[in-house]
């Protein structure tokens, strides 16, 4: 099993520009969510998702779009990306998410936007 | 805004010593779960701890927690350079819609281990 694929792992836009995250993941996973890391404030919530067809916004959802068409794929796309929006972002799943659940993650796309 | 906040933000030992680093948080919770992160890496999950559980043991890993203190620790006995990571707690948070749930994160505590 691969995991939690994410792609790319480095990308640089202008002020402007849009782009698709990718997320997908081979192991069954009902739940998949989106964090952005930036230095001193932690992993932040941007979007979750609890299955194909659901998703639901987390703490900072502004500027950031998602949907759920199948079971493996949970990509985000950035819609007219701002300097604020520079970050790595990471792309997790687990089985249910209903709770006792652990979380596996990506890797990580690290996006700079100039 | 932030559940869990981690204590030390930084924490620095000499190979063989043990590292405790403590989480604290603020509304009830189902669960509670440690993460290390190596530099430049994702996530991985270490341990995951109930709200009816006190404490938790896995290989080299010790984890309490105390419901009424609303805090949790995380031991790491005899440590070794390769634990040199960060680590995050994570508190299990419903936010919207049954059968849903998120996972907020502290910041953070970057450990050292010297060799």
């Known amino acids: 099993n691969a995991g939690v694929t994410q792609t790319p792992k480095f990308q640089v836009l202008k002020t402007g520009q849009s782009m698709t995250l990718q997320c997908a993941q081979d192991?069954?996973?009902?739940?998949m969510s989106w964090y952005r890391q930036d230095p001193g404030m932690g992993l932040r919530l941007i979007h979750y998702?609890?299955?194909?067809?659901?998703?639901d916004q987390g703490e900072v959802p502004n500027g950031y779009n998602v949907s759920r068409s199948t079971t493996e794929d949970f990509p985000l796309r950035l819609l007219s990306a701002a300097p604020s929006q520079t970050s790595v972002y990471f792309c997790?799943?687990?089985?249910?998410?209903?709770?006792?659940?652990?979380?596996?993650f990506g890797s990580g796309t690290q996006l700079s936007v100039l | 805004s932030q559940q869990g906040e981690e204590d030390p933000q930084a924490l620095s030992i000499q190979e063989g010593e043990n590292a405790t680093m403590n989480c604290s948080y603020k509304?009830?919770?189902?669960?509670l779960q440690w993460y290390r992160q190596n530099s430049g890496r994702g996530l991985v999950h270490l341990i995951l701890i109930r709200s009816n559980e006190r404490e938790k043991h896995s290989g080299r890993l010790r984890v309490t927690l105390d419901t009424s203190k609303k805090s949790s620790s995380l031991l790491i006995t005899a440590s070794r350079a390769a634990d040199t990571a960060s680590y995050f707690c994570a508190t299990d948070t419903s936010y919207s819609g049954a059968g849903s749930y998120q996972l907020t994160f502290g910041k953070g505590t970057k450990l050292s281990v010297i060799p």
């Open positions: 192991m069954n996973h009902e739940y």
């Open positions: 997790a799943s687990s089985y249910e998410g209903i709770g006792y659940e652990k979380l596996f």
């Open positions: 998702s609890v299955g194909a067809g659901i998703t």
């Open positions: 509304t009830s919770i189902n669960n």
